[in-house]
């Protein structure tokens, strides 16, 4: 557990929680606190039991804002992109007048970032620390969205070039990715609605409708996860049409060679019965003249078909 004391974006350690007894006078406490930390910080803080109950729990926690008599409990997810894979982490927020708790279960990126953000703008009080720590949570996700449209991109060039096994199986992961991400973009978008519009004491009206621009960006996510919906049903649409097309390309190629050795096997068939009068079968050359015949005839019928674009 690391405690830090921020006063107009500078920070002073506390080395006992003992010392956040009293309120500062200026600022805030920061307490980045892990799992087991809780106990004690139930005991100091008053912290609900449902919050803490939520902590721990190990099933992940929609995004949510639990108001409580003297401090908030917020749920929020970070996102990462990886691998083709989408992580959310959850941070899990106690915002109280003099201090605010933070408490993840995994490295979170806005946790390291959240510093210099406080530094550069003198923070200090904890509203202000949780707007910046949800909005670059938020704009987070633009990035990953500039991956994920990369992503379908490359994957729609290559199944229009070569649709492959593989690719199926990467549009069947991708669409699974983007629906469990997309389950929980709904409930983070009603949160950060809730910090833009609730009557909420321990956030300051006017910081309330700086949430109102979190809100858009919320909302612009949400729709770019819907649109990805979308965008990887035509994926699969456009996989099993390159599929068929395939499929009948070959299935032309199969019919056309068999269009060209027809009119040959009637030549061979007429030739090979077992007649005794065939008068061309005791012409000297007559062999000679039929294989002629034969290769000029598939030959012409080859090329007749490459010219309509058959072959």
């Known amino acids: 557990m690391k405690i830090k004391l921020v006063q107009n974006g500078l920070f002073k350690e506390i080395e006992d929680i003992e010392e956040t007894r009293r309120p500062p006078r200026n600022g805030f406490y920061w307490i980045d606190a892990g799992l087991f930390d809780l106990d004690l910080l139930q005991q100091r803080y008053g912290l609900h039991d449902l919050a803490i109950e939520d902590c721990i729990d190990e099933e992940e926690q929609r995004p949510k804002l639990e108001i409580y008599e003297d401090h908030y409990f917020i749920v929020i997810n970070s996102i990462q992109f990886a691998s083709q894979e ?131 960006n919320a909302v612009k996510v949400a729709d770019s996860f819907e649109t990805f919906r979308e965008l990887i049903s035509n994926l699969r649409e456009a996989y099993q049409a390159s599929l068929s097309g395939r499929a009948n390309d070959i299935m032309r190629v199969f019919t056309a060679l068999t269009t060209i050795f027809m009119p040959i096997t009637i030549v061979t068939g007429i030739y090979g019965m077992n007649f005794p009068n065939i008068p061309e079968l005791h012409m000297p050359y007559g062999y000679y003249m039929v294989l002629a015949f034969i290769a000029l005839l598939g030959v012409t019928m080859y090329l007749v078909f490459k010219r309509k674009n058959w072959l």
């Open 86 to 216: 989408i992580m959310l982490r959850e941070v899990n927020l106690f915002l109280g007048k003099d201090f605010i708790i933070t408490v993840t279960k995994h490295p979170i990126e806005e946790m390291q970032k959240i510093t210099r953000i406080l530094r550069e703008e003198e923070v200090s009080k904890p509203d202000y620390f949780l707007y910046h720590l949800i909005d670059l949570i938020v704009e987070s996700y633009f990035q990953v969205i500039e991956k994920i449209e990369d992503l379908i991109e490359k994957l729609e060039e290559e199944i229009l070039l070569n649709a492959h096994k593989s690719h199926l199986n990467q549009i069947i992961g991708l669409r699974s990715e983007v629906l469990y991400a997309r389950k929980m973009l709904i409930p983070q978008r009603d949160l950060i609605a809730a910090l833009n519009k609730k009557e909420l004491s321990l956030i300051h009206d006017n910081l309330q409708k700086y949430f109102g621009d979190i809100y858009e």
